[in-house]
């Protein structure tokens, strides 16, 4: 008798509790919750995740999620098709989009390099990546990836390969393509007693001329 | 073309963020999670919440969940018949039946008393408690309600509910019906110098003989 909801319960907890940072305990709160909803209530709940992989794909060139094959930022003729900025995953490709200070197009990576995750750079799409740089014309590809030592290796790694593809392409292309990675420092708002020092050291070295 | 995947995701995003403890972000980190699953796993998934809605019912005595109508816990020969003990939802019975020290049997509230939640007795299975102590012959009543403002209002009102209507019993049932709560005091392995003074209090206050 012992633990008999759970054995009840079981098949929607382990099912809850498979997705990333949700333990058994919140999965058990989350199942419960369901319960006292109405079967339709947890139908349209089941049938929204149904058609979500039914109609949601990635896209095929900047693989973030589109429901065609193409995504709607790649098609469009309003983005600057000179520049892609390369990030981790779908949610910096909105996060980015929401900051309205971009309009050149994306390449989702997927992850970052990280040994002790078993991550390495033939799991991510690099790949792809370094293969759009000749054809689609890029002048400028933006590194945008999180400022951990994970994904300092990741831009180090990508930045060499870019540079290696580069050379080789033919003279034609008579531009320089310029890698760039988003600043780092101390954030919007904040008070430099609370910034950290590594941050704030960086902030000083990295410095950059006062505009008015 | 702004916040364009989270149109995309918007459906699925909804149901997660409708879930209690989850929000947008943490939804729409789960959607992409599934998204990236295979076809069938998300089939498992939702198969697992349709057979939990379809399986899963209360019980109509403790209210607690159960495949059938009356619960194993109810229905078994080996609980003490005589002792029910009082709790908010069903993740305190099984905290409590986890514990392996109580052997009687439960009554689920479905909350507590909590005017500031619209939460009143009403909306609570406390007339189904008061009826269930005569017919079935209870002696103790535990109640084992958090220890917060709101629990204490519900402990007492659960209380004089009970001795009213034990006062109105025919005398043949010849027995006091004890109502007890559960021991409050300092957590088994804490120090005291961590204990909140409320609590440290409280357990002088209440202490109990020392027994070897």
């Given at each position: ?42 139908e349209v709940f ?103 030592m994970e994904g300092d ?60």
């Amino acid at each position: 008798m012992n633990n008999y909801p759970s054995i009840l319960l079981g098949k929607a907890v382990d099912q809850f509790a498979s997705l990333p940072g949700i333990g058994r305990k919140t999965a058990l709160r989350l199942v419960l919750h369901l319960l006292r909803q109405s079967e339709k209530d947890v139908e349209v709940f089941t049938s929204a995740l149904t058609s979500l992989k039914q109609d949601v794909h990635y896209c095929r060139i900047c693989h973030t999620v589109s429901d065609q094959e193409v995504c709607p930022i790649c098609l469009s003729n309003k983005r600057d098709k000179h520049t892609i900025c390369v990030v981790e995953n779908v949610q910096d490709v909105m996060s980015i989009e929401n900051t309205g200070q971009y309009n050149g197009l994306y390449h989702v990576l997927g992850g970052i390099i990280s040994p002790m995750d078993g991550v390495g750079p033939s799991d991510l799409e690099i790949d792809s990546l370094v293969a759009r740089i000749e054809p689609e014309d890029i002048r400028e590809v933006i590194l945008a990836l999180p400022t951990t030592m994970e994904g300092d290796t990741t831009n180090f790694y990508i930045y060499r390969r870019l540079q290696n593809a580069y050379s080789q392409l033919p003279i034609a292309n008579n531009q320089e393509l310029k890698i760039s990675q988003i600043a780092r420092g101390v954030a919007i708002g904040n008070e430099l007693e609370y910034t950290d020092e590594i941050t704030l050291g960086r902030s000083i070295v990295n410095r950059i001329d006062f505009k008015v």
